[in-house]
Every structure is written in structure tokens, then in C-alpha cells.
């Protein structure tokens, strides 16, 4: 298995790098990408459902993605602590209707020691907002480095 680093324990640092590296993986929108940051048989909790491994979050993005158009994502850092990290995001995206929404949330990292992530519990909640409203108006794919994150934004 190959590793993924930063690995733990994690400094703020290392911690730091691991939410950018994980926010533009999932920017990438690409199931099967952000499946390798995780451990084979990976836990997640995806606000009201539970699975484990691979398969079962490639299936999960794929669907997720298929109904959450024009997705864009900032995580922060949150806090901190040898192989866990936790982390607050924000999201938007529309659905087939063209009605944009943003969402809120946290998520609990659990890192085994090649830097795989073997847990996820996110808690999420969706707000609707008016086009004018969107912050996160980059091209698809990573969030540019001169873009502000959730802070700066005043999220």
C-alpha cells in the first residue's frame, strides 16, 4: 500500500497540508481520485448514511456528484491532534433545476499511519441562496491559491 502523505502525527504544518490536499482532490470531482485517499475499508458517515470501503465511496461520489452540479468546496482546518483531524467546510452547487445552495458542515478525520484516511464523520446542512449570492466563483478544479478561504470570506 502506498503512502499517503503528510502522514501522522500530524503538526500544524502537516495538518494544514493535508485539508488543501484533501479540498483539491475533492474539487477535482473525480470519484475514483478521491477513493485512494482513503483505506480499503475506509468508515464513513455522510450525514444519515453509513458505509465502508472503496467500492462503496466511489458509488457515493459518483451518485453525489451526478445531483450536485458545479461543486466547489473549502475546508478549514478546525483542529488538530497525532492521527485525527477535524475540519469545517462549505460547498455550492445547484441541482438540475438550477436552484443554488451552500452547504455547511464539519467532518472528524481518523488517519491510519500510511496517511490513509480510515474514518469519516461528516455532519452536513443545506442552505438555499440566490445566484448572486455564490462566493465561490473559481473555474472548475482547485480552489485558486489567490482565492480567500471560509475566514476571509467572513463563512
Known amino acids: ?20 490536499l484533501a479540498e483539491d482532490t475533492w474539487n477535482s470531482r473525480d470519484p475514483a481520485r478521491v477513493a485512494l485517499a482513503y483505506t480499503e475499508d475506509s468508515r464513513w458517515r455522510n ?8 467500492a462503496a465511496i ?6 453525489k456528484w451526478a445531483s450536485e452540479l458545479d461543486y ?4 478549514e482546518l478546525w483542529a488538530f491532534h497525532e492521527n485525527h483531524i477535524s475540519v469545517r467546510f ?9 436552484h443554488w445552495f451552500r452547504a455547511h458542515g464539519n467532518e472528524q478525520w481518523e488517519f491510519d499511519d500510511d496517511g490513509l484516511m480510515r474514518r469519516r464523520e461528516a455532519s452536513i446542512n443545506d442552505v438555499a441562496i440566490a445566484p448572486q449570492d ?3 466563483l473559481w473555474p472548475a478544479g482547485p480552489r485558486p491559491a489567490s482565492h480567500p478561504g471560509l475566514s476571509e470570506l467572513g463563512l
Do not use: W
Open 1 to 20: 500500500m502506498p503512502r499517503h502523505p503528510p502522514l501522522p502525527p500530524f503538526t500544524l504544518e502537516t495538518a494544514l497540508e493535508k485539508v488543501r
Open 47 to 54: 450525514r444519515s448514511e453509513f458505509f465502508r470501503g472503496r
Open 58 to 63: 466511489i458509488e457515493f461520489l459518483t451518485r
Open 72 to 75: 466547489r468546496l473549502i475546508k
Open 90 to 98: 462549505q460547498y455550492e452547487c445547484h441541482n438540475d433545476s438550477g
Open 134 to 136: 455564490r462566493k465561490f
